[in-house]
């Protein structure tokens, strides 16, 4: 009899310790139920001590949302905000912005409960020209708890800097690959043809900005050529559109180079000095 009273109770602690593994915890439960969701946007033209911007407002069900705001370096004109234990909830994936401040906000959830905002500036994201912050919950202006994020007109420096000596001269610029062709392709899945044309645009203004003439061979991810060209075709499009820019004095092509030792860095200038 005893034995079996003790096999019971074994049973029975078996049966406990089971249960408590499968029920959740009061700590995961606590996590679930804080999930933020999103709820209500907003966007409007303002002033911000002194400077005019672009208010940007989302607001959720709950307060106290953990963020983080980051910069791409090979996408300047781009302003990340990671929110954490968020879900898109209501809002659309995609929004049209004011063109004189950004083009557009997009809004995805990258995995489970990691909601990433993402906007597309017209000038490169610099210290001064984007302000963060949270405002609680204004039930008079019947707004709830919200990211409030403000993109200045003006602010800081970036690719509209100016340079001296080239105003007045013509200068092509050629976005290296684009189109069937890639390039090199990074760890994170960023292509060489991107980076290439991002950092052609940037170039493009700053040398419109000081008075020069620019011609690009392509102002968006295609082939200068066109479709199904060869190799040799499309290399020499790209010559052409050098070659029958009236007035061209230079020509630079860009790249970025990928090597198989990760210890390489730096940049590579190769130039033809002519006669």
């Known amino acids: 009899m005893f034995s079996k009273i003790c096999r019971g109770a074994a049973m029975l602690l078996m049966l406990l310790a089971c249960a408590a593994a499968i029920l959740p915890q009061n700590g995961e439960a606590a996590r679930r139920e804080a999930v933020h969701r999103l709820n209500y946007f907003q966007s409007y033209e303002t002033e911000v001590d002194g400077r005019q911007a672009l208010r940007i407002e989302v607001g959720m069900d709950r307060d106290n949302v953990t963020y983080d705001v980051t910069t791409r370096p ?20 995609d929004y049209t912005l004011l063109a004189k401040y950004a083009k557009h906000l997009h809004i995805r959830e990258l995995e489970a409960r990691h909601t990433q905002i993402r906007i597309d500036c017209k000038n490169p994201v610099v210290d001064g020209s984007y302000a963060v912050h949270a405002e609680p919950t204004d039930r008079k202006a019947k707004k709830p708890y919200r990211l409030v994020i403000d993109i200045f007109a003006t602010g800081g420096t970036g690719s509209s800097s100016r340079v001296a000596g080239v105003s007045g001269h013509s200068v092509v610029i050629d976005p290296g690959h684009g189109g069937s062709d890639t390039g090199a392709v990074g760890p994170t899945g960023v292509t060489e043809a991107s980076v290439t044309l991002a950092v052609s645009k940037d170039l493009q203004s700053i040398l419109e900005n000081s008075g020069a003439r620019v011609t690009m061979t392509r102002n968006k991810d295609v082939d200068v050529y066109g479709p199904n060209a060869s190799d040799r075709q499309e290399l020499q499009a790209r010559v052409n559109v050098g070659e029958y820019t009236p007035g061209a004095e230079l ?25």
């Open 74 to 93: 090979y996408l300047e004109k781009q302003l990340i905000i990671d929110l954490s234990n968020t879900e898109p909830g209501k809002l659309k994936p």
């Open 251 to 275: 020509f630079v092509s860009i790249h970025c180079n990928a090597f198989s030792n990760p210890a390489s860095h730096g940049m590579e200038t190769y130039y033809y000095a002519g006669s």
